[in-house]
């Protein structure tokens, strides 16, 4: 599942070459599974939840952003 109305700003993002250049819905359904994994704390456990949250968020920024721009 995407979000669409995210898409306009990582199309923005790419034109600026500030993020990679993979398919905006594909960047989106990244979001996406980032706040569904928001939803399921008992499932991760409360003691690995804010450390799993932490990561998952590192991963993201460290393979989405060009970091030449950084």
């Known amino acids: 599942m995407t979000l669409p109305a995210f898409i306009p ?8 070459g500030l993020i990679v250049q993979k398919s905006p819905e594909v960047i989106s359904g990244v979001f996406h599974s980032l706040f569904v994994l928001t939803l399921h704390k008992k499932d991760i456990g409360e003691s690995d939840y804010r ?16 970091k030449e721009d950084v």
Do not use: P, S, Y
């Open 9 to 16: 700003l990582i199309e923005r993002w790419q034109k600026e």
């Open 51 to 66: 450390q799993t949250i932490d990561f998952f968020i590192d991963l993201v920024v460290d393979g989405l952003f060009n």
